[in-house]
Each structure stands twice: as C-alpha cells, then as structure tokens.
C-alpha cells in the first residue's frame, strides 16, 4: 500500500533574507523547499494563502505579523484543503 502525502506550507516573496542582505524574491524559501519535498515524496501540495497577505517590505511585514501574534489572530485564508482524512502524511512548511 501506498502513503498518500499531502505538503501543506505557507511562504512568503517580496524582500527577505539572504545571505544576510534583504533581497527582493519571486518565490519564498519555504515554497522552494516545498517542491523540492513534492519532487522527493510525490506528495500533493496545498499553499496556505491570507485573504490579505502581509507587507512586501521585511521590516513591516514582521510588524504586522508580531502584532497578529500578540492578539492571537488568526488572519483569513483565500481556501482550505476539501479534506485531509485521506493522507497518511502531513509535511508542514512555513517561514521561521
């Protein structure tokens, strides 16, 4: 029997980190990292994504997002997976 894989991340663009400098980036780190596991496992991907993302600028997305954690918000997501009763294993990928 087969394991059914399902890779759930939520990444983030725009400017980060790189190599110590901020970078502007067309694709996150943890979505990179994402398809790399999908390749490896075969797995089915599922990106987290906020009705209203969060800042293109470093500096104040990490604002906004301390400031969603001290409220304990939990910001709107645009869908959610129809279920995941079928999987076997869940990977979880999200900036850190």
């Known amino acids: 029997m087969m394991t059914k894989k399902l890779i759930v991340f939520y990444s983030r663009a725009d400017e980060n980190y790189v190599s110590g400098t901020l970078k502007m980036l067309t ?42 954690q ?8 645009k869908c959610y997976p129809d279920s995941i009763d079928d999987y076997d294993v869940i990977y979880l990928g999200y900036p850190n």
Request: charge should be negative.
């Open 27 to 68: 694709v996150g780190n943890t979505e990179v990292a994402a398809h790399m596991i999908e390749e490896l496992t075969g797995g089915d991907l599922f990106r987290i994504e906020q009705v209203t993302p969060y800042s293109k600028g470093y500096n104040n997305c990490i604002a906004e997002a301390k400031a969603d």
């Open 70 to 77: 001290q409220q304990n918000a939990r910001p709107e997501l």
